[in-house]
Structures are given as structure tokens and as C-alpha cells.
């Protein structure tokens, strides 16, 4: 049997994730590269995000109960990371000069990475009972 979470809507997810963690790590490492020094938290933070985006593609995109772990504990921390960098941004704006793929909720994005890992994590949930061992 076919891991369900690696076709259909599941497919489109991976795909959303992928282009999130280029966007996300592509403008880190520019950022870095070039303007590290004006805000090195919030950069290091987008890089982070894009990393967390790349395991989290490659975890909805394997089929399996250990990748299925792996996507879990992916987009939850993406969740956590989303709504505390979010929150603090928008609390202390101060120490968020130039944004992040997370900060103010992901607005720069269109608020995707606040929507993204409850549509990953509602995902994994729907297809739970359906997993291979």
C-alpha cells in the first residue's frame, strides 16, 4: 500500500513546501552573504525557517512512519517558530530591522508560513490511520 501522504493533495504540499524552502533559503543566504551585519538575528532566523522548510519537504514527500515523525515534529516546530518570531516581531520591532520569513506572522509572504504547517499538520493528521508500518 501506498503512503497516501505522498500523493494527491500531498503532492501539492511538497510542492509548496520546496518552493518555500528555496524562497526562504535563497534570500538567507543572500542576505548573509551581503548584508549580514545590519541584522544578523532576523537573517540567521530566515535561514533557519528555510532549513526547517527543506526537512519538512523531504519528510511530507517520503512515504513511511519515521518520515511521517520526522514531517510532524517539522511543521510543529515551524508552527512554534512562525507564531514566537510572529509575536515577538510585532511586540519588539526593535530587534527585527529587516524581516524574516516569520516575523509579523510571515506577512512578507503573504502570512503562507503562518498557514502552511497547520495545513502540513492537518494533512498528517487526515491520512494517520492510512500510514504503512
Known amino acids: ?10 503532492r501539492l504540499l511538497v510542492a509548496v513546501y520546496a518552493i518555500f524552502a528555496l524562497a526562504a533559503c535563497s534570500r538567507a543566504i543572500v542576505q548573509i552573504a551581503t548584508e549580514f551585519s545590519n541584522a544578523p538575528v532576523p537573517y540567521l532566523l530566515s535561514l533557519l525557517s528555510g532549513i526547517v522548510y527543506v526537512v519538512a519537504t523531504l519528510a511530507l514527500a517520503r512515504p513511511g512512519a519515521t518520515w511521517r515523525r520526522v514531517a510532524l515534529i517539522t511543521c510543529t516546530f ?29 506577512q512578507g509572504y503573504g502570512y503562507v508560513p503562518l498557514v502552511l504547517p497547520m495545513i502540513g499538520l492537518y494533512w498528517l493528521w487526515r491520512t494517520r490511520s492510512q500510514v504503512p508500518s
Do not use: Y
Request: hydrophobic content about 40%; charged content about 20%; glycine content about 18%.
Open 1 to 10: 500500500m501506498d503512503d497516501p501522504r505522498t500523493s494527491g493533495p500531498g
Open 78 to 106: 515551524e508552527l512554534i517558530g512562525v507564531i514566537g518570531v510572529g509575536l515577538f516581531s510585532v511586540l519588539d520591532s526593535g530587534d527585527f530591522p529587516d524581516a524574516t520569513v516569520w516575523s509579523n506572522f510571515g
